[in-house]
């Protein structure tokens, strides 16, 4: 398994204006820790804008339906259990990129956004009546017992694993959403529609598409500057996926035969709208294709010596790839444009010298 480590200091050097003949390692850090600032500052106004609800307030809870089958109540209470550990997501990710002042802030804003997908959990689950106060509460002693852990101890892998989760949750509260308004999968929940549970899903998922995006974002960048070793993570990343907290959640065989049973999830979503849509949302080929490709390339050194063709140039659309990065790139542009920020100290795109082919046409003036 190929890592990346975060640098020791990230703000060294000046910034470049034209294509550098080559980029150091520390360099490309550099450029994608500062994109990460850029990035994270323009997610913090957006979600400002767009998405400043509170748990407890954007419904109703009063009108939240009380006559659920246990079946939608497992459902409840599992997403409530999942989402009980954002102190552990957010604490043990903050260490490993502490570093980063892009990643580690953004880390921050992220958990108070899963902080309140935990209390709109716990409302429904309260407000539904499906399990009373006490048992809420001893659950939760039960949940916490159990600690969360890294499935991957390195900030590249952190990412790919967040860009794939992120999705996996979204598409999850978009088909509870779905049962919510009486359109479940499978057959034997017409009868479970509730506006209360629907708004939450749906309010919920749209929380998980932003974070979807600002963590897809960060692999396309990663994918750029670090293009062989963010090939091998994403592999390694689809090979291994789990979704989290599942081995440390109590009753979670009962929660996902549930979530199985009523067309949540299950391994065919994660294939259809998980695995297929992120991978091409990465210019990537699929994973059998990348699979051959990095064997293939493990050949001759590269620029670090390690033994490598560009075989892994083919699993990937590195014209696509290109595309994406300018594009943020001009995303973060335009937000310190906005800001005023460009005319101080604006983020700078500069081009990977290694690119095959120079695509790009994006100058920041
Ligand atoms: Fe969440
Ligand atoms: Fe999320």
Known sequence: MTTIDLPPDLTAGEHERTAPLLLSTDERH???????IGLYRWYVSRSQVKRNWNADSFVNWRE???????DVAILIEGF????????????EILRLVRRSHGRSHFQMRWGAEEERHANTWENALLFSTARSPQYIDDYKKELRNNIWTLPW?????MMIYTVFQERATQVNYLNFAQLSRGLAAKPGYEGEADPILERACTILATDEAAHYYFFLEGAR?????????TLD??????????????????????????IYKTGVYGPREFQRNVIVPVMKNLTVEGKKALEAGLKRSREIPNRDGVLRTSAFWDTFDARAAEGNVVNIFEKIH?????????????TLYVPNPDWPEKSSTFQVV
């Open 30 to 36: 550099r450029l994608l820790e500062r994109a990460f």
């Open 64 to 70: 939240m339906r009380t006559d659920h089958s246990e």
């Open 80 to 91: 409530f259990a999942v989402e009980q550990y954002a102190p552990d997501y957010t604490s």
């Open 153 to 157: 101890e390195d900030p590249l892998h």
């Open 221 to 229: 960048l990663y994918l750029y500057y670090f293009p062989e070793e």
């Open 233 to 258: 993570a994403i592999l390694d990343v689809v090979t291994h996926f789990a979704m989290p907290a599942q081995n440390i959640i109590p009753n979670w065989p009962v929660i996902a035969e549930i």
């Open 334 to 346: 335009e937000y310190e444009v906005l800001i005023g920020r460009d005319a101080i100290d604006p």
